[in-house]
């Protein structure tokens, strides 16, 4: 017979369980993207535009051979499986609340059939649900919860089997949609890429420059990981390997830390599903935001990067040319939005999934949620990011701001961070003077924390 393999969040064909488990008794795979009609339309186009081109990719590595078909899976999945005489199908399993629904439909109408669904592994290195405190219960907090999860483990990454794709008509791939955004390059080989590049030059010294919005000193795999286009496992043994061979252990830790965040709020979610919209703890009554016209013009000016405030700017016109923001800048423009303009997160949180391409639900909602103060684990609701503060102290020359708000590029140095103490034509030097007496004269009392460095940077 023949088994499927069907694609969803783990657009390789390395480090792939589930496709080792297709593969085990050496029959022909089916390898499937099911382009759902439900959601394919309704996401955004940076996101469209990746999935169309990482699609390419998996069908180049594939032979040719990956088999699109349109529609809902709850109808497409079963058909294929009787067109094809598959009695497995294989899946890596899904998280997320909309994804676990599907997958129960799909797996009882596949039993109907006498095929089996079947799910092995996840995109986390540690599915969500499996770390748990002493007494069974999930963990309410991230610091016990990496140390659970380190103490946990993971598998080591699985090897590339000798896979026989099967010939199997195909839909045809989805065109790539017109963006005006520059976006990165989709696809295994683009992460590996990626990765083999940050190991090299990003790693060492990466917990220091990572704060920093004008270096380029993050990794950019949050697409590629979203995508599953490369797996968290893979990244840990590497970053283990590095270690062994010298990396600096502080960056090693810092990042294999930030990989737990990215699981701690899938696990969250996991326990959770109503996170995805719902606050989970109400710290503000819900009539407590601002709404009607002067709500409407200020989330305006937010989403198109005019508050007049140029760190926030600099970070939401980001977003809009290359779909990826900062992490430092997206926790300033959300506390911004939720602290300063008074509108609630989700508000934020959708303008966010419509343009980001590393947009997935678990760290967007529970990000937003970390920022307004209502997750789990939450920064506490009254901190707010000073956006001026932040600015100069993340992007110490300015340079990030000049980069995407070019109306102030005449604005030299950290002048540019506070455009209303200056005119274009004041000398440098007094630019200088101006913007290191200014912190302190601009914060507005208690409410403020000039720093606002959380664990979670
Ligand atoms: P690196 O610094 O290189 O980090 C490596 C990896 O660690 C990232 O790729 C990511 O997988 C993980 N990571 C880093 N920071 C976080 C974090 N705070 N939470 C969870 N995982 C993290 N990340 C997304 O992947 N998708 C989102 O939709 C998303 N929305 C966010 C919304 C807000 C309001 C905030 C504050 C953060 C959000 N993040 C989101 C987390 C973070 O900003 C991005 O993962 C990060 O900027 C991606 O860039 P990078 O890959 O270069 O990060």
């Not at 283990?240 to 699981?263: H, I, K, M, N, Y």
């Not at 919209?277 to 819900?286: G, I, K, M, N, T």
């Not at 140029?310 to 911004?336: C, E, I, K």
């Not at 997160?345 to 959708?350: I, K």
Request: aromatic letters at 8%; a negative charge.
């Amino acid at each position: 017979g023949v088994s499927i393999l069907w694609f969803r969040r783990d657009l390789r064909l390395d480090d792939h369980p589930a496709l080792v488990a297709a593969v085990a008794d050496g029959a022909p795979v089916v390898p499937l993207y099911v382009l759902d009609d439900a959601l394919w339309p309704a996401a955004s186009a940076n996101r469209r535009s990746h999935l169309a081109r990482s699609l390419a990719a998996l069908d180049d590595a594939t032979g040719g051979r990956l088999v699109v078909r349109r529609g809902d899976p709850r109808e497409v999945v079963p058909a294929l499986a009787r067109e094809v005489g598959a009695s497995e199908v294989h899946v890596s399993a899904g998280h997320e609340p909309a994804g676990r629904r599907r997958d129960r439909d799909v797996a009882a109408r596949l039993a109907e059939l006498d095929v089996r669904l079947v799910a092995t592994g996840s995109p986390y290195a540690v599915s969500p649900g499996r770390v748990r405190t002493g007494g069974g219960t999930p963990y309410q907090v991230f610091t016990p919860f990496r140390r659970a999860w380190l103490d946990h483990g993971w598998r080591a990454p699985a090897p590339r089997p000798e896979v026989t794709w099967a010939d199997v008509r195909s839909d045809g791939l989805p065109a790539v949609p017109a963006t005006s955004a520059d976006l990165p390059e989709a696809g295994e080989a683009a992460a590996l890429a990626r990765w083999r590049e940050f190991l090299d030059d990003g790693l060492a010294g990466y917990g220091e420059a990572r704060d920093r919005a004008d270096l380029d000193g993050t990794s950019m795999l949050s697409v590629h990981l979203k995508w599953g286009e490369i797996h968290a496992r893979t990244l840990l043994a590497d970053l283990a390997a590095a270690q062994a061979d010298g990396a600096p252990a502080d960056d090693v830790a810092t990042f294999r830390s930030e990989l737990a965040w990215r699981e701690f709020h899938a696990d969250v979610l996991h326990h959770h599903p109503e996170a995805s919209s719902e606050s989970l703890r109400a710290v503000v009554p819900d009539d407590a935001w601002a709404d009607g016209p002067d709500a409407d013009a200020a989330f305006e000016a937010w989403a198109r990067g005019r508050t007049g405030y140029p760190f926030v700017d600099a970070g939401m016109r980001q977003l809009l040319a290359t779909g990826w923001m900062h992490n430092r800048v997206r926790m300033v423009v959300a506390s911004f939005l939720v602290k300063d303009l008074h509108l609630p997160w989700q508000r934020g949180a959708a303008h966010f999934m419509a343009h980001l391409v590393d947009g997935d639900v678990p760290q967007n909602q529970l990000n937003w949620q970390w920022v307004a103060g209502t997750g789990r684990d939450a920064a506490p609701y009254f901190r707010v990011f000073n956006p001026v503060a932040q600015g100069l102290r993340f992007d110490p020359d300015g340079d990030y701001v000049r980069r995407w708000v070019p109306e102030l590029r005449a604005l030299r140095g950290k002048a540019v961070h506070e455009p209303w103490k200056h005119r274009a034509d004041d000398a440098p030097d007094d630019l200088f003077a101006a913007a290191d007496r200014s912190v302190e004269d601009d914060d507005p009392g208690p409410r403020r924390d000039a720093d606002g460095s959380p664990a979670s940077g």
